[in-house]
Nanobody, 126 residues
Framework: QVRLVESGGGLVQAGDSLSLSCAAAGRTFNFGAMAWFRQAPGKRREFVGSIKWSGGSTYYADSVKARFTISRDIAKNTEYLQMNNLKPEDTAVYYC???????????????????WGQGTQVTVSS
């Protein structure tokens, strides 16, 4: 079994930075990749970015590229999302996800992410 727990959400002002963490427990040694998604009120869940669990390469949505950075600490079984220059449109519930599948990062579909955290709220005020 795999369990993912996000932390670090909160209320910030536009232009601020915030870091999220996702602690994983269970079969992390089998992870192909981890990712972050977000869902704003009334909108569909959208992909934010992903990271190869073993190699550490990353892939981002255009909307967050150059502002967000994903990293992971294998020893701590934790994925991170560093968010800089936050904008009100970044307001959403942020979810971490993991997959046991091994694909190029840009080949994963939404259905490939078999494990999800419970989400953490990020609110950016203008």
């Amino acid at each position: 079994q795999v369990r993912l727990v996000e932390s670090g959400g909160g209320l910030v002002q536009a232009g601020d930075s915030l870091s999220l963490s996702c602690a994983a427990a269970g079969r992390t040694f089998n992870f192909g990749a981890m990712a972050w998604f977000r869902q704003a009120p009334g909108k569909r869940r959208e992909f934010v970015g992903s990271i190869k669990w073993s190699g550490g390469s990353t892939y981002y949505a255009d909307s967050v590229k150059a502002r967000f950075t994903i990293s992971r600490d294998i020893a701590k079984n934790t994925e991170y999302l560093q968010m800089n220059n936050l904008k009100p449109e970044d307001t959403a519930v942020y979810y971490c996800a993991a997959t046991l599948l091994f694909k190029p990062l840009n080949y994963y579909s939404g259905y490939d992410w078999g494990y999800w955290g419970q989400g953490t709220q990020v609110t950016v005020s203008s």
